[in-house]
């Protein structure tokens, strides 16, 4: 039986799109950052995040800020995460900063401070035309923001 070169070609063209596609998705995982700010008020400093892949968060990561250090979003522009929690542990407080030209993306849930009888505090500070932005639809997050969470602009 001879084989017919048009479904070989499909065949290996298949396979190979197949390696790619599970090569992008590998590379996509979702990872926790966890706020340190050790280093200065950057968000795009590896220095201030703890994380098992490293780096700085992206749109696909979870976000802690739970320190009362400073994040800001610096002249890079804009930052990004899947879920951002400030201060959403008990007796903790954390401070996300936006200045002005820059930009803080939430695509799923951003939560301010912690539900109950927390005295957790949260502060969003968004400066002159800092923007924040969400991508929340009502069945995968929302926007939280509990009784000692504050945003100012």
């Known amino acids: 039986?001879?084989?017919?070169?048009?479904?070989?070609?499909a065949k290996t063209l298949l396979g190979v799109l197949?390696?790619?596609?599970?090569?992008?998705t590998a590379s996509a995982e979702t990872d926790t950052f966890t706020w340190q700010g050790g280093t200065d008020d950057s968000w795009y400093k590896q220095q201030n995040w703890n994380s098992q892949s490293g780096g700085v968060p992206g749109d696909d990561d979870h976000v802690y800020v739970n320190t009362s250090a400073r994040v800001c979003n610096t002249e890079d522009g804009?930052?990004?995460a899947?879920?951002?929690y400030v201060a959403s542990?008990?007796?903790?407080?954390?401070?996300?900063?936006?200045?002005?030209?820059?930009?803080l993306f939430v695509q799923r849930e951003l939560r301010l401070g912690k539900d109950g009888s927390s005295t957790s505090v949260a502060t969003l500070n968004l400066s002159g035309d800092g923007l924040?932005?969400?991508?929340i639809d009502s069945l995968d997050g929302g926007v939280n923001i509990y009784t000692k969470g504050t945003v100012n602009h």
């Open 18 to 24: 197949s390696v790619l596609v599970l090569a992008v």
């Open 82 to 84: 899947m879920n951002l």
């Open 1 to 9: 039986m001879a084989s017919n070169p048009t479904k070989f070609a």
């Open 78 to 80: 804009g930052a990004g």
């Open 132 to 135: 924040l932005r969400t991508g």
């Open 89 to 103: 542990d008990d007796s903790t407080s954390g401070i996300v900063a936006v200045p002005t030209n820059a930009e």
